[in-house]
């Protein structure tokens, strides 16, 4: 408890320094927002953090009430974020996990990279967003700081087995049986009893590829009327409908389309993205893991904020 006095003292001689120190003509002085145990959050930064929200608020053209109301929902958020980034730096100190300039200049270099610009189109990228590069690598910073403590204090921790894979692949079997299309060729012609003379030659066991070739006015006919592989869902009910009930090798009676009277041909049915237990394996897991990280790393932080002492002054 005495501890706890002490520090609130040290804080209040801290703000009454900062506030001693500005100008009289300042129109903002600076005040403690939140303590969060060893450290303090003040107003400069939370309106610093909030700035580039607040000024796409102030652009929408919200009413007043509305806009006033949405303004302290974003700086609440923003100081919850702080506080969370607060928790982390000081647990990251008490496991001497630092990031080092070099590192930041490596992940900024790998960027670059990334998206193949220059240094100067880099920085006037970040302007554009209201960034500086000074604003970007202490973000940077903060962000490396805190996956190398989740590394440290949560990623060891999760496990996922491969019974938790082949539950999560038996249970999302629509995702991994992939989307059946349909590999097709098509005759078209502008007569219809023309088109009905050539289903009745595909009908006495003719090659539909030499019929295409010869018959066809369609551009792909010198290709034996090859059209590609298609998900017919994409096509019209009554194209789709015919299609759908054919197996490979087999072909549609004669069709009136817009583009004229057709005959469709199933050259073979495939399923897009089919994969098996053992060709999803990594992408599960990788899923998986993810999940795991992301969930204990909330209960993590959960445990500090109950841990800490915590006290909000906004």
Request: with cysteine.
């Amino acid at each position: 408890m005495k501890n706890k006095i002490r520090l609130g003292v040290i804080f209040w001689i801290i703000s009454i320094t900062l506030s001693l120190c500005m100008p009289l003509s300042a129109h903002v002085i600076d005040k403690i927002v939140a303590i969060v145990d060893s450290d303090i959050i003040t107003l400069v930064e939370l309106n610093k953090e909030s700035a580039p929200y607040l000024q796409k608020l102030e652009a929408a053209g919200y009413p007043d009430e509305k806009k006033k109301q949405m303004k302290k929902q974003i700086q609440d958020k923003i100081l919850s974020l702080l506080i969370d980034r607060s928790l982390t730096q000081q647990e990251a100190k008490k496991y001497n996990i630092i990031v080092s300039d070099a590192e930041v200049d490596n992940s900024l270099e790998t960027l670059k990279k990334m998206k193949s610009l220059t240094q100067e189109e880099f920085e006037m990228a970040l302007i554009k967003d209201g960034m500086t590069l000074e604003k970007f690598r202490e973000n940077s910073k903060k962000q490396m700081l805190q996956t190398k403590l989740i590394n440290h204090s949560v990623k060891s921790k999760v496990v996922i087995t491969e019974v938790e894979i082949k539950a999560y692949y038996d249970a999302n079997t629509k995702k991994y049986a992939g989307i059946k299309k349909y590999h097709l060729k098509n005759i078209l012609l502008s007569d219809e009893e023309k088109a009905r003379a050539v289903y009745k030659k595909l009908t006495h066991k003719k090659r539909f590829t030499t019929l295409a070739k010869k018959y066809s006015k369609a551009p792909n006919a010198t290709d034996g009327g090859n059209l590609g592989i298609f998900d017919i869902n994409n096509f019209s009910a009554s194209i789709k409908q015919r299609i759908g009930t054919l197996k490979k090798g087999e072909f549609t009676t004669v069709m009136k389309t817009t583009q004229g009277y057709q005959i469709f041909y199933v050259e073979d049915i495939v399923l897009d993205g089919n994969k098996t237990l053992e060709q999803a394996n990594d992408e599960i897991y990788e899923l998986l893991y993810r999940q795991q990280v992301e969930k204990k790393f909330k209960t993590w932080l959960e445990s500090l904020k109950k841990q800490a002492n915590i006290e909000l002054k906004f």
